[in-house]
């Protein structure tokens, strides 16, 4: 765990190596072709309130997750934040990685004043299921996604 760093990705990261380790989420998905990749990066990276943060060891890179702070009306106007994207490299997984990702997560959320952090998990991930619960999320809402 020591070589471990964490950090926020940048727009000068190159969103090609990060979509390398994504496609295990989804790898059936097409990869864009580069220029439309590159966009989707920049406005990733410009979009307020938003953080993609980066688990790397030396150069390489290890594991991922996607936040975002969303304003809110309800709960004292206090934020909340939405998780997406959680992923760590097969050869690097039970080695710490996703728990440090959560707690750099976690640690933006009560900065922010966040009054909950939300995120969908596919139901047949079970292995996934386990590790939110060993870090405090529960079980207690029903998701729906309707895919376009």
Request: charged share 25%; net charge positive; proline share 6%.
């Amino acid at each position: 765990m020591a070589d471990l760093t964490i950090r926020t990705a940048t727009g000068a990261d190159d969103p090609e190596r990060l979509f390398d380790l994504l496609w295990a989420l989804a790898p059936d998905d097409d990869r864009p072709p580069p220029p439309r990749l590159a966009a989707a990066w920049r406005g990733i990276v410009a979009q307020a309130g938003r953080r993609v943060f980066l688990a790397e060891r030396g150069p390489e890179l290890v594991g991922a997750v996607d936040t975002v702070v969303m304003p809110n009306l309800t709960r004292g106007a206090r934020p909340f934040m939405l998780v997406e994207n959680v992923v760590v490299d097969a050869a690097h997984r039970r080695g710490g990685v996703a728990s440090a990702l959560f707690d750099t997560a976690l640690a933006r959320a009560r900065e922010q004043g966040c009054y909950k952090v939300q995120l969908l998990s596919n139901s047949r991930r079970d292995d996934a299921h386990h590790f939110y619960e060993k870090h405090g999320f529960a079980a207690t809402a029903k998701g729906y996604r309707r895919y376009l």
